[in-house]
Every structure is written in C-alpha cells, then in structure tokens.
C-alpha cells in the first residue's frame, strides 16, 4: 500500500498524554498537585516574575555597573587599502556607496574607515568617514585625493571628521 496523506498515522510513542494533576491521591499526582504545601506557590493565579529570587537581593542589583555608552559614538564599517587595490580600477570613486556595492563593507551607522594595510597601485578619490594617517600618505603617494566627509550624527548637528594634521 502506497504511502500518502490519506494513511501516515503517528508514531508509537510520538506523543504523551498530558498529566493530569489533582485527580486523587491514587494516581500520584493528586492531593497538592506538585505544590508543595501553602504559600504563594501554592496559590491559583501565581507566578514567579523573571529574576526574582525570593526576597534575596536580585543578580542584576549585586552586579556593580560597568562601562558606559557615549551616545555620540557610533561603530564605522572598516576597509583596508589591498582590499580596494583589488576590487577598483584606476580613477574610480571608492566611498560607502562603492564600497557597499562590491561588499567590502556593511552599512554601519557611523560611516566608513579606510585603514593602510597594504601597498596601492592605482589612483583612486577615495571619500569616507575616517581615514587613518598612513592609508591618506599612501593614498596620496599614488597619484589619488582624500575627501572627507562629515560624520552621520542622526538627530545632532553634523559634525566633522576628525581631521589629520597635515
């Protein structure tokens, strides 16, 4: 006999019956049920809330605090220059959009950092976030040109890159 949706059945022991709790001292879950004896727990409508641990001091309040969030700081996509050496070719424009495209990057709220691991070749305009001293001289030595551009600041006034001194 083929088998189709019309003749599965479920398998032996797939599926338990539920407990059946309260029902008589006899079936070995009656009386309290699995309760205990009095108590809030023992009670109809009760529930522990998450991370209460019966009147001691909670985990989170023993823990001391640690760090801090600096709201104006955002995490920014890194590139290295061997990377772009490869996936431009010369006189291309290489910025978040370019970048995002040949997935060197992922679009990160802060903008995009170009770092100076590797030699260029090519002559490129590179415009970004934050670029790192050596990747600008390399840049730079190669025939190209640095833009940089503000930083995204969502909701706050839009500040400039951090700029090199020259």
Aim: charged share 30%; hydrophobic share 35%; aromatic share 4%.
């Amino acid at each position: 006999m083929p088998m189709d949706l019309s003749n599965i059945s479920i398998a032996p022991g797939a599926r338990k019956n539920r407990k059946r709790k309260g029902r008589g001292v006899g079936s070995g879950n009656g009386k309290t049920a699995g309760r205990g004896h009095k108590g809030q727990g023992a009670r109809s409508g009760y529930s522990m809330k998450a991370g209460h641990e019966g009147g001691q001091t909670p985990l989170a309040r023993r823990l001391p605090k640690v760090g801090f969030w600096h709201e104006s700081r955002f995490p920014v996509s890194i590139v290295n220059l061997d990377d772009i050496e490869k996936a431009f070719k010369a006189g291309d424009v290489v910025n978040a959009e370019s970048l995002t495209k040949a997935k060197l990057v992922d679009p990160k709220k802060g903008g995009v950092k170009i770092l100076g691991r590797g030699e260029i070749t090519k002559k490129f305009t590179v415009a970004a976030h934050a670029i790192s001293e050596s990747a600008r001289t390399k840049i730079e030595a190669a025939g190209g040109t640095v833009e940089l551009i503000g930083l995204k600041t969502y909701g706050r006034p839009n500040k400039p890159a951090k700029r090199v001194q020259e």
